[in-house]
């Protein structure tokens, strides 16, 4: 019997691990399918707290799990595939992982969301070929061609100015005419000489060439209708993200996109099932406040188990 699962390794899990760790609790701390979250897809991030100079994500989260080992942290490259809901007393919690039932006595789940994509035809077949969601990852590959990116995000911003890095050229192709991102990274990507606007237009075909490589996307003005093509080597798609629940759904209430709901600090409905982080998160999505999200999932897992005995 466990005393606590911790589903995810992004700024939330790793410091409930951190946290729990050092609470002497032992926690399991289960990496999933994306090891270290969101993070690991960005590069400087100049906003988290005790860095003036920024720091490279990846940095962050490996010295976040560096630090939570070294409290005994045990970390599984496991997926959580299916989970039991106990009752918080004398029933564990059961969760599946890599086709064997674990109990425990609580559990956090910080296991993030996504990237989102635009589900048109033969996006499947073209990923790894010109269609990716994560420019640090694969930008540097498109050196001297001309990109787009999708979205209107904070997000979408901050991979168009990275991409400025490689590309010759950056379209950000936005379906509405004002981007939803923060006034600083708007204002950046907007002045950036790289970057070029393309507003009111929703992709509708990604065009492969005779290899099946990227080599256009077509769009659609939203008020006209007229389509058109941007001829283009690679289309990073930046539309937002959707949380990891699916093990989640119908055993632990969620909002209607999926986010998990909390009822007091870090509880869910569920006693002994905490949620931290992006997962149960639509409104902040920061690295600092699922970082401090993490924290309190460990702080309150700590005074449930103190409850208990
Ligand atoms: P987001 O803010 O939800 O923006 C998603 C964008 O994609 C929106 O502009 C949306 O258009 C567009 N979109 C969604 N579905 C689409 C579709 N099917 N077709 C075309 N366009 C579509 O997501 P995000 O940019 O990933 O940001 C998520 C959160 O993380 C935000 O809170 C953000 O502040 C934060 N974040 C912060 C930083 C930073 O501080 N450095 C960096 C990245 C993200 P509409 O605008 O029309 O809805």
Redesign the pocket.
């Known amino acids: 019997m466990e005393n606590v699962i911790i589903v995810g390794t992004g700024c939330a899990g790793l410091t409930a691990a951190i946290y729990t760790a050092r609470a002497n609790l032992s926690p399991l701390v289960l990496e999933g399918k994306e090891p270290g979250g969101?993070l690991t897809t960005?590069t400087l991030?100049?906003?988290f707290p005790g860095f003036p100079e920024g720091i490279d994500g990846p940095d962050l989260i490996t010295n976040m799990k560096k630090q939570a080992e070294k409290f005994g942290a045990r970390f599984q490259y496991s997926y959580l595939s299916d989970f039991e809901p106990g009752n918080g007393h004398d029933l564990p919690h059961r969760v599946k992982i890599d086709d064997e039932w674990v109990e425990a006595k609580t559990l956090i789940v910080a296991s993030g969301a996504s990237?989102?994509w635009?589900?048109l035809p033969n996006e499947s077949k073209l990923v790894g070929h010109g269609l990716t969601s994560c420019a640090t990852c694969d930008g540097a590959f498109y050196r001297n061609v001309p990109v787009a990116v999708?979205?209107?995000?904070?997000?979408?911003?901050?991979e168009a100015l990275f991409l400025t890095r490689f590309a010759s050229k950056v379209y950000l192709?936005?379906?509405?005419d004002?981007?939803?991102?923060?006034k600083i990274?708007a204002d950046r990507a907007l002045a950036h000489p790289k970057i070029e606007p393309v507003w009111n237009s929703?992709?509708v075909e990604y065009l492969a060439d005779a290899q099946g490589e990227m080599r256009a996307l077509k769009i659609r003005h939203a008020d006209t209708g007229t389509e058109s093509e941007l001829e283009v080597a690679c289309v990073f798609v930046?539309?937002?993200?959707t949380p990891n629940t699916k093990p989640f759904l119908g055993k632990l209430p969620t909002d209607e996109a999926g986010y998990l709901l909390q009822t007091k600090g870090t509880t869910t409905e569920v006693p002994g099932v905490f949620a931290a982080g992006?997962v149960a998160d639509t409104?902040?999505?920061?690295a600092i406040t699922a970082a401090g999200q993490g924290c309190a999932a460990a702080m309150d897992v700590e005074r449930f188990l103190a409850d208990q005995e």
């Open positions: 969101q960005t991030v100049e906003n990237a989102r635009l589900g999708v979205g209107g995000g904070d997000s979408a911003c901050e192709v936005h379906r509405r004002t981007l939803r991102a923060s990274m929703i992709p930046a539309i937002g993200h992006d409104v902040y999505r920061q």
